[in-house]
């Protein structure tokens, strides 16, 4: 089993920045990628970026790219979410999701923190 928690959203600017950081405990040596979605009032809940814990490799949506910066700190069993350039349709829960096989769905999930962002 894994445990993620979240920490970091709160309310911003259109323009500004926020880093959203996941703390994981438990089996994290299990872990095989993070990942940090999203979900907006209405809409389905969807996975902004990711990275493999071991290699680090990241991807990441086109609505976010060069925008939003992925990274883990394996030591501390980390991960961030550095958000630049933040515009409204930013707003939304964001949640952190870990999964322990290489193609298998996110099987752990945190509570998720609230990301708002005015214009």
């Known amino acids: 089993q894994v445990q993620l928690v979240e920490s970091g959203g709160g309310l911003v600017q259109a323009g500004g920045s926020l880093t959203l950081a996941c703390a994981a405990s438990?089996?994290?040596?299990?872990?095989?990628?993070l990942a940090w979605f999203r979900q907006a009032p209405g809409k389905e809940r969807k996975a902004v970026a990711r990275?493999?814990?071991?290699?680090?490799?990241?991807t990441y949506v086109d609505s976010v790219q060069g925008r939003f910066t992925i990274s883990r700190d394996n030591a501390k069993n980390t991960v961030n979410l550095q958000m630049n350039s933040l515009e409204p349709d930013d707003t939304a829960v964001y949640y952190c999701?870990?999964?322990?096989?290489?193609?298998?769905?996110?099987?752990?999930w945190g509570q998720g923190t609230q990301v708002t962002v005015s214009s």
């Open positions: 999701a870990a999964r322990t096989t290489i193609t298998g769905p996110f099987n752990f």
């Open positions: 438990g089996d994290t040596e299990s872990m095989y990628a």
């Open positions: 990275i493999t814990w071991t290699e680090g490799m990241t």
